[in-house]
């Protein structure tokens, strides 16, 4: 009885530690550059012409499909806001990383090397060395997270 009490609070403990570290976060696009969470406290609503919200893979920003496993929210200003941006290829090479380097926006790995990025993301990217022992990379990887 012992056993089986023990048993379940193990289970317990795992599922509930799983369920803490399931929370996802969605990717922010504003006039196609995908931005931090924090930025978009900075937008007046009354700049904002329309909101779309991607479940899954669409047409309509094709370019994204590896990005809208959490979901995507593609916002479209009245004006053009002046965002500095790069892309993923020129984000690699200010980090001083090869083509080859992989890509992650919030654990998702982006295989598109001209999605466009706000420039301040940058200052969050982690640099992930090849480890087979903890993530099997083969090359060095870049990690940011948006929120």
């Known amino acids: 009885m012992k056993k089986l009490i ?16 399931s929370e996802v976060s969605p990717i922010y696009i504003v006039d196609n550059v ?15 012409e329309s909101v779309q919200v991607y479940k899954s893979p669409s047409s309509q920003i094709e370019q994204y499909d ?14 053009p806001l002046n965002l500095e941006k ?3 290829s020129e984000a690699k090479k200010r980090l ?12 998702i790995e982006v295989h598109n090397e001209s999605i466009l990025i706000a420039e301040d993301l940058l200052k969050r990217a982690r640099i992930l060395q090849p480890d087979k022992k903890f993530n ?3 090359v060095p990887a870049i990690s940011i997270e948006t929120n």
């Open 96 to 107: 001083n990383l090869t083509s080859e380097s992989r890509f992650f926006l919030n654990d």
């Open 86 to 88: 790069v892309t993923v």
């Open 6 to 21: 023990l048993a379940f609070a193990v289970f317990f403990c795992v599922q509930f530690s799983f369920a803490q570290k």
């Open 136 to 138: 099997n990379y083969k």
């Open 66 to 79: 590896d990005l809208v496993k959490n979901g995507l929210i593609n916002i479209i200003m009245k004006k």
């Open 34 to 48: 995908i931005v931090s969470n924090v930025l978009l406290h900075s937008f007046n609503p009354e700049d904002i």
